[in-house]
């Protein structure tokens, strides 16, 4: 089981779905700001579990929250877009419907009180839908912050490198979320996995992504992930959750 970070400051740190209306509304009081992870079900490799985007996002906002204070929303695993649509166990959903709610999601969250808004996306084509829904919301609300993106775009100062499965998000997932990681897994010989056993034609749009399900390398994009650590991951992240917790603490002036 995950063990959750104790908190390092006096600021409640909650999950929205566990509290009753008067706890809500304290922790608002206290430490207005919200945490909403965007994820995905999606393959990952033979390694990463399929939710690797949502866990990691939900845990880095962990990271923060447990520093700054605030609630934490249940993770949103209805995403899309994406080069893994016709991979085994992989998940899209339209769109327009992801969109749709978090549009519905962030103008209620306005409303109840809130104004620091930390939308953070685990998988990296919620970058588009954020680009379109927050900036309107931003020069409504000056007096707010807004941080979004990936890992790759939500610190200004701070970009982490990216990739799919391979050495960055491998690194990350053994840093986050290791009792979901199994690098054994990263051996060759499987059956083909695909659905009526034949790849799609995905390598125009994706010349470099392993297509074998032979291949311990399969639904990779970057890097070998034979070539991850937690060190490696730890210090990236440790550079994020710093960052944001620190223009989190400014905004509200502590």
Known sequence: ??????????????????CRPDE???????????????????????????GLDGIKAERICERIGRRTGGVLL??????????HGDFPWTLYQ????????????????VQFGFR?????????????????????????????LFLWGTEMDIGQEVRLPG??????????????LPEFVDMDALRPGRRPAWPG?????????????HLDPADPLFAQLGEDARTA?????????????????EQIDAHLGR
Do not use: C
Request: charged share 20%.
């Open 74 to 83: 249940p993770t949103m695993w209805w995403g899309s877009g994406g080069g």
């Open 24 to 50: 809500l509304a304290a922790v608002v009081r206290d430490a207005p700001v919200l945490f909403g992870p965007l994820g995905l079900i999606e393959h990952h490799g033979w390694h990463l579990p399929l």
């Open 197 to 209: 056993g034949r790849a799609p034609d995905i390598a125009r749009r994706y010349p470099d992504l």
């Open 1 to 18: 089981m995950h063990a959750a970070e104790p908190l390092t400051n006096d600021y409640p740190f909650r999950r929205y779905q566990e």
């Open 229 to 245: 650590s937690a060190e490696r991951g730890e210090a990236a992240i440790g550079r994020l959750v710093d960052h944001l917790a």
């Open 94 to 109: 339209p769109e327009e419907a992801g969109e749709a709610i978090l549009a519905r999601t962030l103008a209620k969250s």
């Open 116 to 144: 620091v808004f930390v939308l953070l996306a685990g998988h990296y084509p919620w970058q588009q839908i954020l680009n379109r829904q927050v900036p309107p919301l931003q020069r409504q609300h000056p007096e707010s």
């Open 163 to 176: 990739d799919h499965a391979a050495r960055e998000e491998t690194s990350y997932g053994l840093s986050l």
